[in-house]
């Protein structure tokens, strides 16, 4: 009767360790695929522990594709640092610049210099498009920061200031300094103001000096 006992324990927990393997041995090869980073280019030069890159570079991490005509890499940082012809498709739209610094591990990227950011909005159908010198973006939810020149095309109106803030989560974006807010030939001045682009709340607030033009019809 023992036996039997100890001989039903081994097959139930056989059973179990059978079902359960599957899905750890998957979730262990999901998680290396996520810390995986695939790279192209058509030279590849190792000097003084930097990795440097030419000739139609492509990454891919995840969701994220980065073309580059040249690069660096540093293996330690999992950092890259690209220049010219920039060009990355990811989950929520497509950046291109002159130049950008990569850091792989956590995922967050640093344009420069002649950046132009197609953002797809939850509705897809109002797309945001934002032109500036600088832009970071970090995080699961795509959030970003730009700043210098800020310019940003939504819903028919033109945003501008010196400062954007982007919530991926909760898709608000805060402007600040100098801002304007263009629609045809009438316009909103203020010191800040707040976008709401979720497909359920839209609008704006604008706060501080504000001041308005209208032309009536």
Avoid: C
């Amino acid at each position: 009767m023992k036996n039997h006992k100890i001989k039903s324990a081994f097959i139930i927990f056989t059973i179990v360790l059978l079902t359960i393997s599957p899905n750890v041995i998957a979730q262990e090869e999901n998680q290396s695929e996520a810390d995986t980073v695939y790279i192209n280019a058509d030279q590849l030069e190792y000097k003084d522990e930097t990795t440097i890159l030419s000739g139609n570079l492509v990454i891919r991490k995840n969701d994220t594709t980065i073309k580059a005509q040249k690069g660096e890499l540093f293996r330690k940082e999992n950092k890259l640092s690209l220049e010219d012809e920039i060009k990355v498709d990811y989950e929520d739209g497509e950046v291109q610049a002159k130049n950008l610094t990569a850091f792989l591990e956590n995922e967050k990227y640093i344009f420069e210099n002649q950046v132009v950011l197609n953002y797809n909005l939850e509705d897809n159908e109002n797309n945001m498009n934002l032109e500036s010198g600088y832009l970071e973006i970090f995080g699961d939810n795509n959030s970003f920061n730009a700043k210098e020149n800020v310019f940003i095309k939504y819903e028919g109106r033109n945003f501008k200031g010196d400062n954007a803030e982007y919530n991926g989560e909760e898709e608000i974006m805060y402007l600040t300094g100098n801002v304007m807010i263009e629609e045809g030939e009438d316009w909103v001045k203020s010191d800040k103001a707040k976008f709401f682009l979720g497909s359920e709340d839209k609008g704006y607030t604008a706060e501080g000096n504000v001041e308005i033009k209208m032309i009536l019809d």
